[in-house]
């Protein structure tokens, strides 16, 4: 399972569905990776987040190569950089 969040508009419940929803549903071990830089991210929810910059493509693209189920959470201040 490998699933992303994007939206240009911040405040759009994106990572209230990605934890709430799809992190719930998921496999065990499932990674949570936060594209975000202003907001705050699931951390706050309790939920272990690797937080990255849009502007590191490369390593987010990497773990979605290797991982077997993914949760991205795409905020609105790096979507830009991110897609």
Request: proline residues 2%; negative net charge; without cysteine.
């Amino acid at each position: 399972m490998k699933e992303a969040y994007a939206s240009n508009t911040g405040r759009t419940g994106k990572t209230t569905l990605a934890t709430n929803v799809s992190l719930r549903n998921a496999p065990p071990g499932t990674k949570f990776i936060a594209v975000e830089s202003v907001n705050s991210t699931a951390d706050a929810l309790g939920v272990d987040v690797d937080q990255l910059g849009g502007n590191e493509f490369v390593k987010i693209y990497g773990e979605m190569v290797v991982a077997d189920d993914l949760v991205i959470d795409v905020g609105a201040s790096n979507i830009e950089a991110f897609l």
